[in-house]
């Protein structure tokens, strides 16, 4: 094993979590994406619990290495494989796995190849972890039939991406390149865009007799981080839950449609005026049971930020898909001031319709209420 060079040659010794690290010149690390390692923690940690043993984890991007590092510092880990292409990156994750001192019981190897290579070897040695860590930047879409060739039946996929133009409907080529789906730049873009994402790749995992279920989506705005559990069997496809979200240029409202039902038409005010987005994912989009254990982590850790969330998740797993924004209701309403979040949640919640915030916006709320309702009471807020 090489001795760690003197820390004046390679820059900073820093700290994530439990994690110590150095970022040499040149290798990609992104402090901001914390919230979204810290999700990977709090979500492994989850999982471990759920199957009562350590669990088997690869990063199939590693970058320098925080994130491998972190998982096998706070989670129950048995068999960690650190991959990046760059051979750089590589010796980077080397050189900061020995500022560590990981459990004894943790294997570790750490690979330097195109992620792809990597995964059809795995397979060919029949090699498949619990928990795949996929990091890409951009589109995630690429590499996805290749990452699901090594997540365990029952397994989780965790991934990322940054394609955030494509989308939120600001780019409609690449949406309709990587995700065969039309993407809306409408008030609930951002939720559009996770539903897009997932309704894709659930498609290719239909392609091999695979489903996937929603674990959680963290939208973080500059990217989308998605966790997933994947199944076997056809039968278990969900059909159903793949459709069209409709919104109507008239009145507003929001509604999702199945994937072989074309009406142009508003159900809440019959407008023609109706944009689709999709194919797209229009179940829910969380697993209740799932955010309750990364709760319990979560508070059991201090992460104080990633809790706030996982309550904001746990009031929407329940909600129809799509969401309005306070601000827009303001403008199209005429109205003075904002109408203010909690109490429009409140009228709604009395008038018998299910109204929670969401985490993909601050000024934003979901209900099944036609949006007429939601601006005669934001009105009557005044
Ligand atoms: C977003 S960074 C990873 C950051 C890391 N997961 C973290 O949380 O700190 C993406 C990494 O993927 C690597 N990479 C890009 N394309 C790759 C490929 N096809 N196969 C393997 N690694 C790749 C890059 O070298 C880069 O280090
Ligand atoms: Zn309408």
Same mark, same amino acid.
């Given at each position: 094993?090489?001795?760690?060079?003197?820390?004046?040659?390679?820059?900073?010794?820093?700290?994530?979590?439990?994690?110590?690290?150095?970022?040499?010149?040149?290798?990609?690390?992104?402090? $901001?994406?914390?919230?979204?390692?810290?999700?990977?923690?709090?979500?492994?940690?989850?999982?471990?619990?759920?199957?009562?043993?350590?669990?088997?984890?690869?990063?199939?991007?590693?970058?320098?290495?925080?994130?491998?590092?972190?998982?096998?510092?706070?989670?129950?880990?048995?068999?960690?494989?650190?991959?990046?292409?760059?051979?750089?990156?590589?010796?980077? +994750?080397?050189?900061?796995?020995? $500022?560590?001192?990981?459990?004894?019981?943790?294997?570790?190897?750490?690979?330097?190849?195109?992620?792809? $290579?990597?995964?059809?070897?795995?397979?060919?040695?029949?090699?498949?972890?619990?928990?795949?860590?996929?990091?890409?930047?951009?589109?995630?879409?690429?590499?996805?039939?290749?990452?699901?060739?090594?997540?365990?039946?029952?397994?989780?996929?965790?991934? #990322?991406?940054?394609?955030?133009?494509?989308?939120?409907?600001?780019?409609?080529?690449?949406?309709?390149?990587?995700?065969?789906?039309?993407?809306?730049?409408?008030?609930?873009?951002?939720?559009?865009?996770?539903?897009?994402?997932? @309704?894709?790749?659930?498609?290719?995992?239909?392609?091999? @007799?695979?489903?996937?279920?929603?674990?959680?989506?963290?939208?973080?705005?500059?990217?989308?981080? +998605?966790?997933?559990?994947?199944?076997?069997?056809?039968?278990?496809?969900?059909?159903?839950? +793949? @459709?069209?979200?409709?919104?109507?240029? @008239?009145?507003?409202?929001?509604? #999702?449609?199945?994937?072989?039902?074309?009406?142009?038409?508003?159900?809440?005010?019959?407008?023609?005026?109706?944009?689709?987005?999709?194919?797209?994912?229009?179940?829910?989009?969380?697993?209740?049971?799932?955010?309750?254990?990364?709760?319990?982590?979560?508070?059991?850790?201090?992460?104080?930020?990633?809790?706030?969330?996982?309550?904001?998740?746990?009031?929407?797993?329940?909600?129809?898909?799509?969401?309005?924004?306070?601000?827009?209701?303001?403008?199209?309403?005429?109205?003075?001031?904002?109408?203010?979040?909690?109490?429009? +949640?409140?009228?709604?919640?009395?008038?018998?319709?299910?109204?929670?915030?969401?985490?993909?916006? #601050?000024?934003?709320?979901? #209900?099944?209420?036609?949006?007429?309702?939601?601006?005669?009471?934001?009105?009557?807020?005044?």
């Amino acid at each position: 094993m090489r001795g760690v060079p003197d820390m004046s040659e390679v820059g900073e010794l820093l700290q994530e979590g439990q994690a110590r690290f150095v970022v040499p010149e040149k290798l990609f690390f992104n402090p $901001r994406a914390r919230l979204a390692r810290d999700f990977g923690v709090l979500g492994l940690r989850a999982e471990a619990n759920l199957q009562e043993r350590r669990l088997s984890v690869i990063d199939l991007m590693a970058g320098v290495g925080t994130r491998g590092i972190r998982y096998a510092l706070e989670a129950p880990v048995e068999r960690l494989v650190l991959n990046d292409a760059n051979p750089d990156a590589a010796e980077a +994750i080397q050189r900061n796995l020995e $500022r560590n001192t990981l459990p004894p019981e943790v294997q570790v190897e750490v690979t330097c190849e195109q992620a792809h $290579r990597l995964c059809y070897t795995l397979r060919l040695r029949n090699e498949g972890f619990d928990w795949v860590d996929l990091d890409a930047f951009g589109s995630p879409s690429v590499f996805w039939h290749a990452a699901s060739l090594v997540v365990r039946w029952g397994g989780v996929l965790y991934f #990322t991406a940054t394609d955030m133009a494509a989308l939120c409907g600001k780019l409609r080529d690449p949406a309709v390149r990587h995700y065969g789906a039309v993407t809306r730049p409408w008030e609930c873009s951002d939720e559009v865009g996770a539903r897009v994402l997932f @309704g894709a790749l659930q498609q290719s995992a239909g392609e091999r @007799g695979l489903y996937y279920e929603p674990l959680f989506v963290l939208d973080e705005g500059y990217a989308m981080r +998605i966790a997933v559990r994947l199944r076997y069997g056809s039968s278990g496809f969900p059909v159903q839950r +793949i @459709g069209w979200l409709v919104q109507c240029m @008239g009145c507003y409202s929001q509604t #999702t449609l199945p994937l072989h039902v074309t009406v142009g038409r508003c159900r809440v005010c019959e407008s023609e005026n109706v944009q689709w987005a999709g194919p797209l994912w229009t179940g829910s989009l969380y697993d209740m049971d799932f955010l309750h254990l990364m709760s319990v982590e979560a508070r059991k850790m201090g992460h104080a930020a990633a809790l706030r969330l996982l309550r904001l998740m746990l009031d929407e797993a329940d909600s129809p898909a799509g969401y309005y924004a306070a601000p827009e209701l303001g403008k199209r309403a005429h109205l003075k001031r904002l109408p203010p979040v909690d109490a429009l +949640i409140r009228q709604l919640r009395q008038e018998g319709y299910f109204a929670s915030r969401t985490h993909f916006e #601050t000024a934003g709320f979901k #209900t099944n209420a036609p949006y007429p309702v939601a601006q005669r009471l934001a009105e009557q807020l005044q």
